[in-house]
Each structure stands twice: as structure tokens, then as C-alpha cells.
């Protein structure tokens, strides 16, 4: 890479590097609130960068505000959606019917398919949550090691949170890059599944080999609670189980496949016949969502016979599950702010102008940067999405690459200040060393492939 000749650190760059730091102390060494620490480091950052103190609140204000805009219904209608089908025993349906299909010498692909598909409608901590038990019961019975069966199941969950909306770290980014959702997902696809089956199965035989002991381990479903046991007769058709979980992104690429086939490409305007805004209403990710859990009322609650208050129970639970989740993806949005409007992404663009690393690396670069230092995947992503927006402009990368390219870098090197982490090692029952070598590494895995597979799309449509 080649930088200019002089490079004056800038205050707006020190700044920036002060402000991750005071954010690191305040989670790490002092166990603070996530979304507490992430306000206070705004205002600490919003002063050392200069800004007007009496428009430090009302950029903080702004940035919660635009991330939770449409971010709280699609996170929101996600997990009632998520909470839906598995209180009915739709996960445990896909899970164990694609189990039987394809035998016991197929159980990663198995587990593995049922995690990407119920990834898709779970947000990462639910789905493994609901399908740890189920992974568990599954090893025992065909008397495989649980971490033979538990890493793919880990790393479709994974893939699914970076890179497919309407998760939200993606469908953020997209929102602050202005790249096309449809578009973003069908791409993902591409990156996703062969990330998936890296950092899955054949990840799994390389760990087998440099941490046999980790694969030893009996696994802890103690924090898991009352587990949830499903008969047949009482739960929904694996057919409809699934066509629930993946109705969202059903509709978001039907959007996405009109509007490239019929309109080329275009977002309907205001002429635009009805049936155009009929089908771009229901792409939007929002629209979609709630279109979804209407579908997954009836089909997972009344055509059940579910009470409806069966199944507001059920919503008001996954409602609770992510209310801190998502004040601290409003705490994300609030320090993003403040670096745009404080001038940092215009700095980071200026140190960058002459270079001619590609804006797609320097976007996953910076990602990885922050997914180290702050731990939160969707916080790294929204940070970093905020520091490379200004690039966006003059280098010609189409948004819906550079919102999966930081999506691979967001989910790079998950260590200790990351939740996931905690999970991974309290299920499998590892230790933190074991831990390391086999969830870090698997984290690592998708990142790097995930990049290497979105500069090659990059060559082929650039």
C-alpha cells in the first residue's frame, strides 16, 4: 500500500483512537453497561473532536434515532418471528427432520443447513440458545463429539448475523451506505454459504487435528434453563416450519428479482405503476417483517390453535430478549454520528485518497480494527460503516459489497470482550485457551474467506 509522504496525525484521528480506548476501559476494566459506555464515549469523542457543545446532544440524539428508525421493527418483528417458530417447535422440526434425511454420516451438512436456515429468521445469541439443546441430544444419540456437530452449527449462525439481512448489522450498514437490501442479501448468499461450509465442516477436521481435547469435552446445558421438549404430533410440518423462517427473505428477494428483471435495476418513483410499489412495499425490510410474523401468527399460533394469548406471551418474551440489544445498537449508531459529524470518515478518507488499497479492504480493515478492540460484531460494522461512508462517493464500489465487506471484517477475532465468545465456551464447557483456538479461529475463518469472496465478485461485475 502506498500512503503519502507525509501524513500528519490528525486531532480528529487521535481522537478517535482516545475514544475506542475509553470505550474498551470502561467495558473491559470496569464492566460498564455497553450502551452506557457507548453514550459516555460519544460525548468524551464529540469534545475532543472540537464540536459545538450544545450540539453534542443533538448529534447523539440523531444517531439513535436514525440507527433504531426502521432497525427496532425489523430486529424487533425478528425475534418475535424468531420466538414464534420456536416456541411451536418449528426449530426443533428443521433441525431434527433434516437430521434424519441425511444420516448420520451427513450430521455436520444437517446441522449446518438447519442453522443457516434458521439463522436467517433467529438472531445469532437465540438460535443458539434454541438449538444447542437440540445439537446436544443429537451427538449423544449418534455418539459424535458435541464440538463436531457444534462448529458448523456455529458458523452458519455466524454467517447469517454478518452478512444476510434482515439481520441487523447488515441491513444497518446498507441503510448508512445506501446500498440496495435485495441486492445485499442476494450477494451475501453467495459469500455466506461457501463461508459457511469453510468455517463448518472442513474447519472441523483441521480442529480435530490442533485441539483433540476440546473435542473430549461433554458440553454444560446448565444455563440453558427448562429445555423445551417437542412431540411430532405437536409440532408444525417441517414444510411450513421452514417456509416461515425463511418468508422474509422470500419476499425481499422477490423485490429484488422483479426490480432487476422488470425495471432494470430501478427504485419505483412516484409514477410507477402500482403493482411496482406493491412489490418494492413488501422487499422493504420492515414491510417484510411484519408481513412475516403476521403469517407466522397464524401459522405457528391460531392454525395451531394456539390463544392469542399464548401467543403474545411468546412476543412479549422475545421482546424482552432484545431490549437491551438494542439500545446498544442505538449506542452503536450514536458514536457513528459523532465520528461523521465530527469529521473523522473525512480524515480516514484523506489518509486514504492516494492510496491504492481497495476500498472494499479498507473497509473490512477498519471493521476488523474495531471488532478487536469493542468486541460487538454490529457496533464494529456500524462504526466502521460510519468511518468509510465519505469513500464511498469517489470509489466507484458498489454499496452492496462494501456493506459485506465490513461484514466480514466485523466478525474477525472474537476474544474475551465479545458475548459470543462467553457463550461458545459455556455450552462446549472449553476452556478460555480452547476456546480461543477453536471459536476465534472459526470467527477468523469466515472473515478472511468472506473478503477473498467479495473481491472476486467485485472483478466479476466491476
Not at 474447519?203 to 480435530?208: D, G, M, N, P, V
Request: proline share 4%.
Amino acid at each position: 500500500m502506498e500512503l503519502p509522504t507525509t501524513v500528519d496525525i490528525e486531532p480528529e484521528l487521535i481522537a478517535l483512537v482516545i475514544g475506542v480506548i475509553f470505550l474498551l476501559v470502561l467495558i473491559i476494566k470496569f464492566k460498564i453497561n455497553t450502551f452506557v459506555s457507548l453514550i459516555l464515549t460519544s460525548v468524551l469523542t464529540a469534545i475532543l473532536l472540537g464540536m459545538d457543545l450544545t450540539k453534542i446532544a443533538t448529534t447523539v440524539e440523531a444517531g439513535i434515532g436514525s440507527q433504531l428508525g426502521e432497525l427496532s421493527l425489523v430486529f424487533g418483528f425478528g425475534a418475535m418471528l424468531g420466538r414464534l417458530v420456536a416456541d411451536a417447535g418449528g426449530a426443533y422440526v428443521i433441525a431434527t427432520t433434516l437430521i434424519d434425511k441425511f444420516g448420520k454420516k451427513r450430521l455436520q451438512m444437517a446441522i449446518m443447513l438447519a442453522s443457516f436456515i434458521l439463522g436467517i429468521a433467529l438472531f445469532f445469541e437465540v438460535g443458539m440458545v434454541l438449538l444447542i439443546p437440540i445439537v446436544f441430544a443429537i451427538a449423544i444419540e449418534a455418539d459424535v463429539p458435541i464440538l463436531y456437530l457444534g462448529i458448523s452449527m456455529a458458523a452458519a449462525l455466524s454467517v447469517t448475523h454478518g452478512f444476510l439481512p434482515p439481520h441487523p448489522a447488515p441491513v444497518a450498514i446498507a441503510a448508512i451506505l445506501n446500498a440496495n437490501d435485495g441486492k445485499v442479501l442476494l450477494f451475501g448468499l453467495v459469500v455466506a454459504i461457501p463461508c459457511a461450509i469453510v468455517a463448518g465442516p472442513l474447519f472441523t477436521k483441521l480442529a480435530q487435528r490442533y485441539a483433540p481435547a476440546a473435542f473430549e469435552r461433554k458440553g454444560n446445558l446448565s444455563s440453558l434453563g427448562e429445555i423445551k421438549t417437542f412431540k411430532p404430533s405437536e409440532s408444525p410440518s417441517f414444510g411450513l416450519s421452514v417456509l416461515t423462517s425463511l418468508f422474509p427473505v422470500i419476499l425481499m428477494a422477490i423485490t429484488t428479482i422483479y426490480k432487476m428483471t422488470v425495471d432494470g435495476g430501478a427504485t419505483p418513483t412516484k409514477n410507477a405503476s402500482l403493482l411496482d410499489q406493491i412489490v418494492a412495499l413488501i422487499g422493504d425490510p420492515a414491510i417484510a417483517m411484519l408481513i412475516s410474523l403476521m403469517v407466522a401468527m397464524f401459522t405457528m399460533g391460531w392454525g395451531r390453535k394456539r390463544k392469542t394469548s399464548e401467543i403474545m406471551e411468546s412476543i412479549e418474551n422475545a421482546v424482552k430478549s432484545i431490549a437491551m440489544l438494542l439500545l446498544v445498537i442505538g449506542g452503536g449508531g450514536a458514536f457513528k454520528q459523532v465520528l461523521i459529524d465530527g469529521g473523522v470518515g473525512k480524515e480516514v478518507a484523506k489518509i486514504f485518497i492516494d492510496s491504492n488499497m481497495s476500498p472494499l479492504i479498507l473497509g473490512w480493515l477498519v471493521a476488523v480494527v474495531l471488532r478487536v478492540a469493542l468486541g460487538s460484531a454490529t457496533v464494529a460494522a456500524l462504526t466502521a460503516a460510519g468511518i468509510v461512508a465519505p469513500l464511498m462517493a469517489q470509489a466507484g464500489v458498489d454499496p452492496a459489497l462494501m456493506v459485506l465487506a465490513i461484514g466480514a471484517g466485523s466478525l474477525a477475532a472474537s476474544h474475551v470482550n465479545d458475548a459470543g465468545f462467553w457463550m461458545f465456551r459455556e455450552y462446549f464447557d472449553l476452556t478460555v485457551k480452547q476456546t480461543l483456538s477453536i471459536w476465534t479461529v472459526l470467527e477468523t475463518v469466515i472473515s478472511v474467506v468472506g473478503i477473498l469472496i467479495v473481491l472476486v465478485l467485485n472483478m466479476a461485475f466491476h
